[in-house]
């Protein structure tokens, strides 16, 4: 797809063609040479906060743009090209990866690939937008509290959010060390179990679920199905009735330790984002996003009672969510409760509506889970998606039931 210049700087910050053209000249020989290289020419975008030898790291951030380029690529990113991924650009992100809507003052916000007048969805804005579009075929992103999963289930695609152990961290730059975590965003499930194996370092299990049926699917009650605008509302009872048909056993579950996570989240994101920013906030002042800031000078008051406070709480709601989820193969939720709101609205009620389309996603970060989102929306008009959640360790298990479902409603959704 041709875009102007002035899109394409809103959804890459840089464009190493260089570097793209040699990596993917080199795949054929290094095939003959008989390296295994199952994501041979997959061209993935690559997110702003990850070390790529020779670019600068900028995280979003117009204070760390002018640094000194890393030397090396993040694990993450050097895992995707030994498997023969194509780097494909870095993608802008909401600064520091701390806003779910993606704006950002610096480098522009992308427009939302079914409607640029929309938010893209954050922090992994650009990553979205760059599959959405389809120039590139997955992008490398983070979640730490949906920063994976909105931006995919916004602009009609598959994300998948690992258990946090399961992909390394470094190299990557930090928001929240309890709760980041490394992942895909794809056009589909299968392309981001592909990416999570080469991340992970795993091998995808050889059985696959065939359809749905005796599927154990515990649709959430609490929260995660509160105050839906009417398309995802009606998307997400079209989708429950959909994979009923399918055979699979779809019933309502409680999880009540979702009722208390914000707060928990909210003040341990704060928390270290403020121990790791706050060397430099003087000069955050001149050159941050002051709505991004604001957030980490919230950090500043979380005493470390509190912060042990939330700590102990997010543990006991690990071990409730555990036992409830045990009942089940998967658990689901629209992965966000509204289709993508305008930019302007954004503009103007930033704390509500980024608030509420981290609500759901960021819940799976509490309870210390993973999780997948699949579309639940047709290929035209906005989208929407729905959660596939399962519990710390079930990934392989997770992707598999998310796939199953997405082909159900593929079909059900006339995609």
Not at 16 to 24: G, M, P, Q, S, T
Not at 154 to 180: C, E, H, I
Not at 349 to 378: I, K, Q
Request: some cysteine; glycine content about 12%; overall charge neutral.
């Amino acid at each position: 797809m041709a875009l102007g210049l002035a899109e394409a700087s809103k959804i890459f910050t840089r464009f190493d063609a260089d570097r793209a053209y040699a990596v993917a000249r080199g795949l054929e020989a290094r095939r003959r040479a008989g390296d295994h290289l199952p994501l041979y020419g997959l061209r993935v975008s690559i997110k702003d906060l990850f070390d790529e030898a020779g670019a600068v790291t900028a995280a979003g951030s117009a204070l760390l743009r002018d640094g000194a380029p890393a030397v090396a690529d993040a694990p993450a990113v050097a895992r995707l090209l030994a498997a023969g991924a194509v780097p494909f650009g870095r993608t802008a992100m909401s600064e520091f990866a701390y806003s779910g809507v993606g704006l950002n003052p610096h480098h522009g916000t992308p427009g939302n690939a079914r409607d640029p007048s929309r938010i893209p969805g954050g922090s992994s804005s650009g990553g979205g937008v760059s599959v959405g579009l389809g120039l590139c075929d997955a992008a490398l992103g983070s979640d730490t509290g949906g920063s994976i999963r909105i931006p995919a289930a916004l602009n009609g695609l598959a994300g998948w959010k690992p258990s946090q152990n399961a992909v390394p961290l470094a190299g990557g730059f930090p928001l929240s060390g309890t709760y980041d975590s490394f992942g895909p965003i794809a056009p589909d499930i299968a392309i981001c179990a592909a990416v999570h194996a080469a991340l992970s370092g795993e091998d995808r299990p050889a059985a696959r679920r065939r359809g749905v049926a005796g599927l154990r699917i515990g649709a959430v009650s609490t929260v995660l199905a509160d105050g839906l605008d009417d398309a995802v509302g009606n998307h997400y009872a079209r989708a429950l009735a959909e994979l009923s048909r399918a055979g699979a056993e779809v019933r309502d579950v409680a999880v009540p330790c979702f009722a208390h996570a914000s707060d928990v989240n909210a003040t341990i994101v704060a928390a270290e984002a403020h121990a790791i920013h706050r060397g430099h906030l003087d000069r955050l002042d001149a050159v941050g996003d002051p709505r991004v800031l604001r957030r980490i000078r919230a950090g500043a008051a979380v005493t470390p009672e509190a912060l042990a406070d939330a700590k102990a709480r997010r543990a006991e709601a690990v071990a409730d969510y555990d036992a409830v989820a045990r009942g089940f193969d998967v658990l689901v939720g629209p992965t966000v409760p509204v289709v993508a709101p305008t930019i302007a609205a954004v503009e103007r009620d930033f704390d509500r509506l980024n608030a509420l389309v981290l609500r759901n996603p960021s819940r799976v970060n509490l309870v210390d889970g993973c999780a997948a989102t699949v579309p639940m929306s047709g290929p035209e008009g906005l989208a929407a998606g729905l959660m596939v959640m399962g519990r710390n360790g079930d990934d392989w298990a997770v992707l598999a039931a998310a796939e199953a479902i997405e082909a159900v409603l593929r079909r059900g959704f006339g995609r």
